[in-house]
């Protein structure tokens, strides 16, 4: 297998414009998270989902944060607008179940002017 | 709630051991997981504790003592290659919660 892929592996964006985050997770596994990873705050959950479901948003920062699934082998992060605090590191994760291993993509390493 | 500790850096000597300690507050998990950051990179699972005491992989070993909310990770025979950032994490039935990572910085 592949592992984790995400796509672009680099985004600079000015503020204000949409970005759109992809990952496509290890086949046969049931569980997608996204993280978003700075140095002030580290590795924060930011949603994750369970057979294309989303089970906990909880960490999405704001109403400018979407996520979808819309099968099993694609899910997207939007930011929409984008403002600079949004520039970070952000990590796509997947694993067979919630508590169990995780394997991480590359990350996108998003700045925001 | 939960919350995890570790310290934000250590430093050791190439070819030393060094222990990279967590300690936890939380009201259920059923195991601890270490996991490795080089700079640029994303983070990969190294260990994982499900019951208390010491696992052993490699030059790798990680420990876990839920009567003290702690646990380790001692690394050995320390390579340049090992100069990284380390998580422990918590793992719940519903997620793992990530603490915010020990930068070990290795000496020539």
């Known amino acids: 297998d592949a592992g984790v892929i995400q796509s672009p592996r680099h985004e600079v964006t000015e503020m204000g414009q949409e970005v759109t985050l992809r990952c496509k997770p290890i086949?046969?596994?049931?569980?997608l998270f996204w993280y978003r990873q700075t140095m002030m705050r580290g590795l924060e959950l930011l949603i994750y989902?369970?057979?294309?479901?989303?089970?906990?948003d909880s960490g999405m920062p704001e109403d400018r944060f979407s996520a979808k699934m819309p099968n099993a082998s694609f899910s997207t992060l939007k930011i929409q607008p984008s403002e600079p605090r949004d520039s970070a590191v952000y990590f796509c994760?997947?694993?067979?179940?919630?508590?169990?291993?995780?394997?991480f993509g590359p990350g996108t390493r998003l700045l925001v002017l | 709630g939960q919350s995890l500790e570790q310290p934000s850096e250590v430093t050791a000597v190439e070819g030393a051991i060094v222990q990279i300690n967590c300690t936890y507050q939380?009201?259920?998990?059923?195991?601890l997981s270490w996991y490795q950051q080089h700079d640029g990179g994303a983070p990969t699972f190294l260990s994982y504790?499900?019951?208390?005491g010491l696992e052993e992989t490699g030059r790798f070993s990680s420990f876990l003592s839920r009567s003290d909310s702690y646990g380790y990770l001692l690394l050995q025979e320390l390579q340049m290659k090992d100069s990284a950032s380390y998580f422990c994490?918590?793992?719940?039935?519903?997620?793992?919660?990530f603490g915010k990572g020990t930068r070990l910085h290795i000496l020539p």
């Open positions: 994490a918590l793992n719940r039935d519903d997620k793992i919660i």
């Open positions: 939380t009201s259920g998990f059923y195991g």
């Open positions: 086949s046969g596994h049931d569980y």
């Open positions: 504790n499900a019951l208390d």
């Open positions: 989902f369970n057979n294309n479901v989303p089970i906990d």
């Open positions: 994760a997947s694993s067979l179940e919630t508590g169990e291993t995780q394997y």
